[in-house]
């Protein structure tokens, strides 16, 4: 079946640091990958996405590309802030399954 | 436009006990999700809804029932508590499969 696998936390950066979260997937077709990020106390937002091999998914300043070679879809930011300091989800979605298939989550906390 | 509400926020039950929890959007959404979050296990879903008068089971039904007797809700009951159940629950819903799902802010649930 379909999974996801996201690099364990949780992570601590400094301010201003590069960030990356590797998330790795197994699936079969061509699914679509997502990243939803997590904020203390509230549900999860969708941070971005993308449907198809070579797409790059961009919000907020992370970015992350569909690598259908490496099956990865990892998440980076040049520069991360305080109010960075989340919970990351990376999740797949294959075409004709209702479901997400949700990673384990990163937790990422940003120090002034 | 509150988006997607769930009530209530917290809830301590004890074993053999029942509750339902609601979980209500106003975007005219016809796909609703009920999802439980466990600590390093992600979001793993419980049942679904593609429509009015319509569910179906996820991953993790057992324990489980709900119903979807109007557009805008989506009920989840637990008609005899465990303590397995003690977890974050989470509803969303989206417009079609392969559209973003919308988060609720979560209920977490303790059974004793």
């Known amino acids: 079946g379909d999974s996801v696998t996201q690099m364990e936390g949780p992570v601590t950066l400094s301010e201003e640091a590069f960030l990356t979260i590797n998330c790795t997937y197994t699936?079969?077709?061509?699914?679509?990958l997502f990243w939803y990020v997590q904020y203390p106390g509230e549900g999860l937002q969708l941070l971005l996405k993308?449907?198809?091999?070579?797409d790059k998914g961009s919000n907020k300043g992370f970015e992350a590309t569909y690598r259908k070679e490496t099956t990865s879809f990892h998440l980076e930011k040049g520069s991360v802030q305080v109010s960075d300091s989340a919970v990351y989800f990376c999740?797949?979605?294959?075409?004709?399954?209702?479901?997400?298939?949700f990673g384990t989550g990163t937790r990422l906390t940003i120090i002034p | 436009n509150a988006g997607v509400t769930q009530t209530p926020k917290f809830r301590v039950l004890k074993t053999g006990q029942s509750m339902t929890l609601l979980c209500a959007q106003d975007?005219?959404?016809?796909?609703m999700y009920w999802y439980r979050q466990d600590p390093g296990m992600g979001l793993r879903l419980i049942h679904y809804?593609?429509?009015?008068?319509?569910?179906a089971k996820g991953e993790v039904p057992d324990g489980y029932n709900v119903s979807r007797l109007k557009k805008q809700n989506f009920l989840l009951g637990l008609e005899s508590a465990a303590p397995s159940q003690t977890s974050v629950y989470f509803c969303?819903?989206?417009?079609?499969?392969?559209?973003?799902?919308?988060f609720g802010p979560g209920t977490r649930l303790t059974v004793l």
């Open positions: 699936a079969t077709g061509y699914p679509s």
């Open positions: 969303a819903s989206s417009f079609a499969p392969a559209n973003e799902q919308f």
């Open positions: 809804s593609v429509g009015e008068g319509t569910t």
């Open positions: 975007m005219n959404h016809e796909y």
């Open positions: 999740a797949l979605k294959n075409f004709g399954n209702e479901k997400l298939t």
């Open positions: 993308a449907t198809k091999a070579d």
